[in-house]
């Protein structure tokens, strides 16, 4: 008891309570204001070891000196009379009671304060579209008509000091998007659309409307370790009202919990919308590594300027986890991508292209319905050399294109297919479709521009092939609609087209423009054709891919004899010869004899014996084709 008495006398209990209030005020400051200088993780950690370290000589300190007006003293050289301990605790009483009323404070704003979004680093390339240049029509519409079943979940903002967490915190938002998808009747923004106001200031109204969606889900992730922390709020966009805000502290083995935690909270506010709905998210692995690396490897996917790493990443995870199905899936992807398109890459295409098939049916093998892994089964079904199997990759790509998710690629890939057989009218209500649920992804409005071309409606197909243009950098569709007025004799006008693209790649598609701008050359000076071709003719064989420079050259200034010399080769893919031949103006190219032999290669001859010529095609009898 004595000693009690001493400890309390000589406020150390004082000393330890003050001590445990600031030193937690200390490292909740820390842990918000430096990711702004965006030191490393290490030194918050040091800063939490320097303080644990403190307490005990803290403690020391209080029982040995004490504060006088004289300043520090030994307690034991003090005269009875001289002690100034009354006085100290009662200052520390004051200054325990400030530091747990701010505590308090922390804690409630934490909790309840409706935080603003914080601005991101720059989004990669084909995720990023300018929120100021405003979609043309067919995006007005999708905004006019937004109703109260609608969400948009915008890319939740890396709070954590090291940048490659960005990875993590793309990934948590992009669950959360594919588990609301699952919800019947509630209508799900797309992932690229969402994402292209990644960085950017645009007021939360202003999105609402460019996504056609009555709700949208922002938040912030903090991983430190395996301690992870989520912030979501849920967000009324006509009122700008805060439905619903809560923050998530926990191990990194309950992301899958809090997950459903986010997903059922949102489904309660909106369930005077919606009604009950209960939801339940499966965990995809029970390996944590596994599931970070696939989360970095799924977003380093749709950004497709990183399709290295990714494949790196994504293999990590399947070699840690061989049952993880969602992970093998766009391992497979990303094979098919690398070895069937020209997108960056260190690695041997030839070598890449055969992994495809194996890993798209291991995924197949532990989950049957997800739609990218179907889809490409599809397409993979369609490009064998199997004859009569291309009927058999369509039903696969339907069914895909059928299956409920906000990508848009299942529809996209099916409408190719139809352009490529000649079906418009099969292609059309799925490229409207795509553009509609995803208006900010380039590439949905560049495949619906070329298809409204080959319909005769030059002008819209050239309004759309522009936007992919600004949205992505995504020539190839501009210069096929070039192409086409070259050989309709209006060469002003294919030079026109390519001049109104030059000013839409800005700075982030440099090569891009420089190409375009080559090509433009080439159209206003007739004899620069050549040695713009040979320019091409001397690109490394390794880029000979999706809008192949010499392709496209090929067809536009050699009546496409080096394209089908290629082609039949095999050096690269029949990519642009097939997506050309239909527009109008290049009914050339389909009556070659050798796009006959190519096309009989490839199974679709046989497609249309069985199920019937497209318009602008039939079969003839002669000796070199029939």
Request: glycine share 8%; proline share 6%; net charge negative.
């Amino acid at each position: 008891m004595q000693l009690l008495a001493e400890l309390k006398r000589r406020n150390v209990f004082r000393m330890a309570g003050l001590y445990l209030v600031g030193a937690w005020l200390i490292i909740q400051i820390a842990e918000t204001l430096l990711p702004i200088f965006h030191t490393p993780d290490w030194v918050l950690q040091a800063l939490v070891v320097f303080l644990a370290i403190g307490f005990i000589p803290a403690l020391v300190f209080s029982w040995i000196f004490e504060l006088t007006p004289e300043g520090i003293r030994r307690d034991a050289e003090l005269a009875p009379g001289q002690s100034m301990a009354p006085q100290t605790g009662r200052r520390m009483d004051l200054l325990i009671a400030v530091g747990l009323l701010a505590v308090v404070a922390l804690i409630a704003a934490d909790r309840y304060w409706p935080g603003s979004r914080t601005e991101a680093p720059p989004a990669a390339p084909e995720s990023a579209a300018a929120a100021q240049a405003l979609p043309t029509a067919p995006v007005d519409a999708v905004a006019d008509g937004n109703d109260t079943h609608s969400i948009a979940v915008l890319p939740f903002v890396n709070m954590s000091s090291d940048p490659d967490n960005e990875y993590f915190a793309d990934g948590i938002s992009e669950e959360l998007l594919n588990i609301l998808a699952g919800i019947d009747g509630l209508k799900v923004a797309s992932r690229t659309s969402a994402f292209s106001f990644k960085g950017k200031d645009t007021p939360i109204p202003e999105i609402a409307r460019l996504l056609g969606v009555h709700h949208v889900l922002e938040g912030s992730v903090r991983k430190q370790g395996n301690q992870v922390r989520i912030t979501a709020q849920l967000i009324e966009a006509g009122s700008d009202a805060h439905l619903w805000t809560q923050t998530y502290q926990r191990d990194l083995d309950d992301i899958f919990l809090v997950q459903e935690e986010i997903a059922g909270a949102i489904t309660t506010a909106l369930k005077d919308i919606l009604g009950a709905r209960e939801v339940k998210v499966d965990a995809p692995t029970r390996n944590m590594e596994a599931y970070q690396r696939y989360l970095h490897g799924r977003s380093r996917f749709y950004q497709r300027s990183e399709l290295d790493p990714a494949i790196e990443d994504l293999r990590f995870a399947v070699e840690r986890d061989p049952d993880f199905a969602e992970a093998w899936a766009y391992l497979a992807a990303a094979y098919w991508l690398i070895g069937n398109t020209n997108y960056a890459t260190e690695l041997r295409r030839s070598e890449i292209a055969p992994l495809a098939g194996p890993a798209v049916d291991r995924a197949m093998a532990l989950k049957s319905d997800m739609p990218i892994a179907v889809a490409l089964k599809g397409r993979l079904t369609i490009d064998s050399d199997t004859p009569g199997r291309v009927a058999e990759g369509i039903r696969l790509m339907e069914r895909a294109a059928a299956l409920p998710t906000p990508d848009t690629t299942p529809k996209l890939w099916l409408a190719l297919i139809w352009l490529e057989l000649g079906y418009l009218d099969r292609a059309l209500p799925l490229l409207e479709s795509a553009l509609q649920l995803e208006p900010m992804v380039g590439i949905n409005s560049g495949v619906l521009g070329l298809a409204l071309a080959i319909e005769g409606r030059r002008t819209e197909g050239a309004e759309l092939v522009l936007r992919a243009v600004e949205l992505n950098g995504l020539a190839v569709w501009g210069n096929f609609l070039a192409a086409d007025r070259l050989y309709a004799g209006d060469r002003a006008a294919a030079a026109e087209l390519v001049a109104a693209m030059l000013p839409l790649f800005g700075d982030r598609f440099a090569s891009e423009r420089a190409q375009s701008a080559g090509l433009l050359m080439a159209l206003q000076n007739p004899a620069r054709e050549q040695d713009y071709l040979q320019s091409a003719l001397d690109a490394p064989a390794e880029i000979y891919g999706l809008g192949s420079s010499l392709l496209l050259e090929s067809v536009m200034f050699d009546g496409g004899d080096r394209a089908f010399k290629l082609v039949e080769s095999g050096q690269t893919s029949a990519w642009v010869i097939i997506n050309t031949a239909w527009l109008p103006a290049m009914r050339w190219l389909r009556e070659d004899p050798r796009y006959f032999r190519l096309m009989q290669s490839r199974g679709r001859v046989e497609y249309w014996d069985s199920h019937g010529y497209p318009r602008g095609c039939a079969p003839i009898d002669a000796a070199e084709g029939r």
